[in-house]
């Protein structure tokens, strides 16, 4: 959903607060753009619900290339 979705396209300092994925509501990630075609995304994980059994809980970072 779009607005579980906060983008980021210029340079600049931002605070952007995640609510774990496994959870109904809230901001689901971060995509910050890292260069033309490419970003880097921001996912909040928590060991509950699907990712019950995960070892470990936090901030999941990938990138991204279109």
Not at 14 to 32: F, P, W
Not at 41 to 66: I, M
């Amino acid at each position: 959903m779009d607005s579980q979705v906060v983008c980021r396209a210029s340079a600049g300092s931002d605070t952007v607060y995640l609510t774990a994925v496994e959870y109904g509501s809230g901001t689901k990630m971060a995509v910050i753009r890292a260069g033309p075609g490419t970003a880097c995304v921001v996912e909040s994980r928590g060991a509950v619900q699907a990712d019950g059994g995960a070892c470990s809980t936090g901030a999941l970072v990938y990138k991204v290339d279109a």
